[in-house]
């Protein structure tokens, strides 16, 4: 059994080392014998150099940050808009991903931030997919960002169907490698299926929650957070 840390860091040249940092150093002092492997852009010196003195396997598959300007609001935004882009087509570079990796769990995160805190090694044993709570002291209906988003992507009657439902977080999915391999399936098919501007305005957390409670990835525990 073993576990490797799986996640999106869609980062401008020599500005990935810092945003994952935390990941990579945290993972490395509380779960030393874990993988990481990360999507990236052709990483530059630096982030190379960092990568390979912390054992972190770059699989460097994203195109280009598209040119922006962070000191307006209009490149600010266009970035974002990227980024979330790149939260739907990250579910396929997953799939790239795990068929060249050999663990026999995989634990899909985001990148920026988090933190791990514990022996992922120990949690080696389950044989179903275990989804973060976001917020487990509110519903989807009740946090304004995860109600737009459902309304957004499927309308009220969705809102009311699965509203009262905890916020699960589509930035931390752990499981064995055949039920990751068969959510980010299923994921991609959504992505799909609502299309990239709807993915570009909401991400894919709405998406996530709603195949969720819909039935439509593999049987799944929930954490306590």
């Known amino acids: ?7 999106l860091a869609a980062f401008p040249p020599n500005r990935v080392w810092r945003n994952v940092e935390l990941l990579v150093r945290s993972t490395r002092r509380n779960s030393p014998a874990t993988g990481i492997a990360l999507l990236t ?3 530059a010196a630096h982030d190379r150099r960092m990568f390979a003195r912390h054992g972190v396997h770059a699989f460097e598959i994203i195109e280009d940050v598209p040119r922006y300007d962070p000191n307006t609001a209009e490149g600010r935004e266009a970035f974002h808009r990227w980024t979330l882009e790149m939260f ?3 579910q396929r570079m997953y799939l790239e991903a795990i068929e060249r990796l050999p663990h026999s769990h995989i634990l899909l995160s985001d990148t920026r931030d988090v933190l791990v805190t514990g022996d992922l090694e120990r949690q080696a044993t389950t044989e179903t997919l275990v989804l973060s709570q976001e917020d487990a002291s509110r519903p989807l209906a009740e946090e304004y960002w995860n ?3 459902i309304v957004d992507g499927y309308g009220q009657g969705e809102l009311e169907r699965i509203g009262r439902q905890p916020i ?10 055949e039920a990751i391999a068969a959510y980010v399936r299923e994921m991609s098919v959504e992505v799909d299926r609502v299309g990239i501007e709807m993915t570009r305005k909401i991400g894919d957390q709405p998406l996530h929650n709603h195949l969720a409670y819909s039935g439509r990835i593999p049987a799944y ?5």
């Open 41 to 43: 852009t052709r990483l």
């Open 168 to 177: 699960l977080c589509a930035g931390a999915v752990f499981g064995p490698r």
């Open 88 to 90: 739907g087509r990250r």
């Open 1 to 7: 059994m073993s576990v490797v840390v799986l996640g």
């Open 221 to 225: 525990g929930t954490s306590r957070a």
């Open 147 to 149: 109600r737009k988003w």
